[in-house]
C-alpha cells in the first residue's frame, strides 16, 4: 500500500469493513464477487462470515415441496414465505428454484433438510448399474457434494448442521444388524431388532461405525430425523420415538404423551418438525380440526402442549377444506406443511395446505392468510376432493438461506 | 443522571486542529468516545486523530440527526440516512473509515449498505479496478485468463 493511500484503499485493506460492506450483499452477488480474489474469497466463505451474515440459522425464506406421489407426476416447487424481510431479496429470485438448474442432479429427491443444507438422493448410472447415491446440497450457493456410499442396506440418512456450534456437517445412518453377526444377550423380544449407527463427518470425509449396537422396535424407521439439541430425532408411529445425542453417540427415547384410550395401534403423527431451535409435533387422532402442538422440553424431561388450534375459522371460509380426503376418510383436507417460530412468539405461524391453496396461519392472533394458489381444484363422483389436495407435511422442506460451504 | 448528563458538552478536536462542541449524548454515539468518557480518561476536549474536520462535521451531523429523531418517524430518518450517504466516493469512503475506527455503528450500517447497493450489479472486473486498483494493463494481462472464467456466468 503506498503511503498516501487513497480513502477507497483504506476501506479495501480493512478486514472489518469489507466484511461489513459484504454482509449487506444479496447473494446473487455474493457469490460472484468469491472470484474478485483470493482475500476477498477467504472474507466470504469464513464459516464466521456465513455465521454473521445469518446469524439466526432458522430464518425460513421459503419451502420446498414435493407433490404428492398419489399424482401421476410429482413435482417439485418452491414456495417463497415472508420474503420482504429478508437481506438477500434483490428483486431477482431466480436463485430460489436452484434444485432443478442442478442437472447432474437428476431424478433427485430431497429427504432431509437442515440449517440451510439439504440432503438427496438421486440415482446415478454407474458402468449401467443404477445406483442410489447420496448428495449434500446447498441450494443458496448451488453446491453440492457428493457423499461416500453409505453401507448397503441401511435404514436411512440423517442431516446434521448447525453453523452456530460448527461449520462442518454430519449425515447419520441407521442399519440394521444381522443377528447373525451378533452374540447376541438374552433377549427374548420378538419385536426388538438390533441396530447400528453409522456417521460421516465432513471434517474427515468419511463414514465410521460409532457406538454399539443399540435394540428398538421392528418398526422403527431412521429415515426423516430431525436435527434438534444436538441429537437426532425419530417420531416412530409404532414403538418408541428415539433420539441419538451427537455428543455422546447414545440412542434413548423421547417422552411422548400417552396414547389416548381407543382402538389405537399406534400415533396419527400429523406433523414434526424443528423451527428456531424449537421442536414440534401434531398428533391427530380422530377426524378433527382442533389439536395441540407440543414441544419437547429441551432437556428430554417430557413435552408440553405449546399452541391450542382450531381451525374451524380456517373451515368456514374455505369449506372446501372440511371434506375429507377420499382415500383416507380419517382426514380433513388440510396439511400442516411447516410451522415456523419466530424471535416473538406472537409471529410464529404454520404454513397450512387446504385444496387450491396454500395459507398462514398466525399462531399468536389465530388470522389466516392466502399464501397462494396451488393446482386446480377437482371432485371426483363422491363430491371428495381429489386432486387439488398436493402436498403433506413429509413432503416439505424448509428453505434457509446459507452461504456455508459445503 | 441522565438528564444532567444531556446538558454536558464535549469539545471533539480533528485530527487538523478544528475544535466542535457536540453535547455528550451526540458524541457517545461513538463508542470509542463512550468508552473514553465512561473511563473518565477524557478531559473536555477530546482529539479524534485521523479524521479531519471536513468529515468530522459530517459524522457529528449525522448523530445529532439520529440523536434528536429518536421520537421521529423511521421512515424520516431512513430518508435522512439515504440521503446522507449519498456522497462522492472520497467522502464516502473516508466517513466508513471514520465510522469504523470511532465505532460508531449506525453511521457505518449506513455507509456499507450504501456501498453494498452501490457495487451489487457490478462485475467482478468492475470490482477489481475499483477495490483492488488492478491496471487495465495488470486485467489485459496475467489476469485475462481468470478475468474470462471468473465473468463467464455474468450476467
Redesign the interface.
Same mark, same amino acid.
Given at each position: 500500500m503506498s503511503v498516501h493511500s487513497? %480513502? +477507497? /484503499?483504506?476501506?479495501?485493506a #480493512?478486514d472489518? +469493513?469489507l466484511t *461489513?460492506? !459484504?454482509?449487506? !450483499? %444479496?447473494v446473487?452477488?455474493l457469490l &460472484?464477487?468469491k472470484?474478485?480474489?483470493k482475500h476477498w474469497l477467504s472474507l466470504i466463505v469464513n464459516p464466521h462470515f456465513a455465521r454473521c451474515r445469518n446469524p439466526n440459522s432458522s430464518f425460513v425464506s421459503g419451502l420446498f415441496l414435493y407433490s404428492s406421489k398419489r399424482r401421476r407426476n410429482p413435482e417439485l416447487n418452491f414456495i417463497p414465505l415472508q420474503n420482504n424481510e429478508n437481506p438477500s431479496d434483490?428483486g431477482d429470485d431466480a436463485y430460489l428454484a436452484p434444485l432443478t438448474t442442478i442437472p447432474s442432479l437428476s431424478g433427485k429427491e430431497i429427504f432431509s433438510s437442515c440449517h440451510g443444507l439439504l440432503c438427496c438422493s438421486s440415482y446415478s448410472n454407474l458402468e449401467g448399474d443404477y445406483q442410489l447415491r447420496y448428495h449434500i446440497l446447498n441450494p443458496t450457493t448451488k453446491q453440492f457434494k457428493s457423499l461416500p456410499q453409505p453401507r448397503d442396506g441401511h435404514k436411512g440418512l440423517n442431516l446434521v448442521f448447525d453453523p452456530s456450534r460448527s461449520p462442518h456437517y454430519k449425515v447419520v445412518c441407521v442399519w440394521r444388524v444381522d443377528c447373525d453377526d451378533l452374540v447376541l444377550s438374552v433377549d427374548s423380544d420378538q419385536n426388538k431388532l438390533y441396530y447400528q449407527i453409522e456417521i460421516y463427518s465432513s471434517e474427515t470425509g468419511s463414514w465410521r461405525a460409532c457406538a454399539e449396537p443399540f435394540t428398538a422396535n421392528r418398526n422403527s424407521q431412521f429415515h426423516s430425523g430431525v436435527y434438534w439439541n444436538g441429537a437426532i430425532n425419530w417420531f416412530n408411529t409404532f414403538g418408541d420415538s428415539l433420539y441419538f445425542n451427537i455428543e455422546d453417540e447414545r440412542v434413548r427415547t423421547i417422552p411422548m404423551p400417552p396414547i389416548p384410550h381407543g382402538d389405537w395401534k399406534g400415533r396419527p403423527f400429523r406433523y414434526y418438525g424443528e423451527s428456531n431451535d424449537h421442536l414440534h409435533f401434531v398428533e391427530i387422532y380422530n377426524p378433527r380440526i382442533q389439536f395441540d402442538v407440543y414441544e419437547i422440553e429441551r432437556d428430554y424431561s417430557g413435552c408440553f402442549v405449546k399452541y391450542h388450534v382450531d381451525l374451524g375459522s380456517v373451515g368456514a371460509a374455505f369449506p372446501q377444506m372440511m371434506q375429507r380426503l377420499s382415500w383416507n376418510p380419517m382426514y380433513y383436507s388440510f396439511a400442516i406443511l411447516s410451522l415456523v417460530r419466530e424471535k416473538k412468539d406472537d409471529d410464529s405461524f404454520m404454513v397450512l395446505h387446504i385444496p387450491g391453496k396454500i395459507l398462514r396461519y398466525n399462531l399468536g392472533d389465530k388470522s389466516f392468510e392466502k399464501i397462494c394458489d396451488v393446482g386446480a381444484e377437482h371432485c371426483d363422483g363422491n363430491g371428495m376432493i381429489e386432486d387439488s389436495f398436493m402436498y403433506f407435511w413429509f413432503h416439505s422442506f424448509q428453505y434457509i438461506e446459507s452461504v456455508s460451504c459445503i | 443522571m441522565s438528564s444532567s448528563l444531556e446538558k454536558n458538552m464535549l469539545i471533539l478536536r480533528s485530527s487538523d486542529g478544528e475544535e466542535f462542541i457536540v453535547p455528550e449524548v451526540v458524541a457517545v454515539m461513538s463508542k470509542a468516545i463512550k468508552n473514553m468518557v465512561e473511563d473518565e480518561c477524557a478531559s473536555n476536549t477530546i482529539p479524534v486523530p485521523n479524521v479531519d474536520a471536513n468529515i468530522l462535521a459530517m459524522v457529528i451531523e449525522f448523530c445529532k440527526k439520529h440523536d434528536e429523531s429518536e421520537a421521529e418517524a423511521a421512515s424520516d430518518l431512513k430518508t435522512f440516512d439515504s440521503e446522507f450517504v449519498n456522497r462522492g *466516493?472520497?467522502? !464516502?469512503? /473516508?466517513l466508513?473509515?471514520a465510522a #469504523?475506527f470511532r465505532d460508531v455503528k449506525e453511521l !457505518? /450500517?449506513a455507509l456499507?449498505?450504501n456501498?453494498?447497493e452501490m457495487?451489487? =450489479?457490478k462485475?467482478?472486473h468492475h +470490482? &477489481?479496478i *475499483?477495490?483492488? =486498483?488492478y491496471q487495465l494493463f495488470e486485467i489485459l494481462t496475467s489476469n485475462f485468463i481468470?478475468n474470462i472464467?471468473?465473468d463467464r456466468d455474468?450476467d
Open positions: 487513497s %480513502p +477507497i /484503499d483504506k476501506v479495501a #480493512n472489518d +469493513i *461489513q460492506i !459484504l454482509m449487506k !450483499l %444479496p446473487k452477488s &460472484r464477487f472470484s474478485v480474489s434483490d | *466516493q472520497e467522502a !464516502l469512503y /473516508d466508513i473509515t #469504523n !457505518l /450500517d456499507c449498505q456501498v453494498a457495487i451489487k =450489479g462485475s467482478v +470490482i &477489481r *475499483q477495490f483492488l =486498483g481468470w472464467w471468473c455474468f
